[in-house]
């Protein structure tokens, strides 16, 4: 259970920052704009709102499917049963605290970078740059956890970040 909820708040927090570089990134652009604290907050609530549902509905329905899969291993006659049962609701609860988990993160993701530029009254390219250093902290802790290499990591995180950053500057949508 604690490995799903380190999953979710990984998967909240980049996808809240890259939802942030890839927004934000438009702000660029204009070397005159800046980030506001409203703005910032607004891309983290988008950010958490389909965050939530689609980590919901991912999680919920591979959850699901490990029912069904269980049916099958152990020779249930009817299908589906454990899904609709007990077990059933107990998936969606925990889809649901996961969805929580991600949701928390995916806002914090996407707001602090932001924030922290609007607080400075800097120019919008701050955010970006806080925002990929913020994926490099990211891909250090997660390389950590999964013991694996810390660098390659955040150094992956933040070349996927630069590269949102260069599509959400082509199409432009803020």
């Not at 993701?109 to 994926?135: E, F, N, Q, R």
């Amino acid at each position: 259970m604690k490995q799903q909820k380190l999953f979710a708040l990984v998967l909240g927090v980049t996808d809240g920052i890259f939802n942030a570089l890839t927004l934000a990134a438009g702000r660029v652009l204009n070397a005159s704009a800046s980030i506001e604290a409203m703005f910032a907050l607004r891309i983290a609530i988008a950010s958490s709102f389909s965050g939530f549902f689609v980590f919901f509905v991912a999680d919920y329905s591979r959850q699901r499917a490990g029912l069904i899969q269980a049916e099958r291993h152990l020779n249930l006659t009817q299908y589906g049963r454990l899904a609709k049962g007990y077990l059933g609701r107990a998936v969606a609860k925990d889809a649901l605290e996961a969805a929580g988990v991600s949701v928390i993160g995916s806002f914090f993701g996407a707001l602090l970078p932001l924030l922290t530029t609007s607080l400075m009254k800097g120019p919008a390219v701050l955010a970006i740059v806080a925002a990929i250093l913020a994926l490099g902290v990211v891909g250090m802790f997660v390389g950590r956890a999964v013991h694996g290499t810390p660098w390659l990591w955040s150094m992956l995180l933040m070349l996927t970040g630069s590269f949102l950053t260069l599509l959400g500057i082509y199409i432009h949508i803020t």
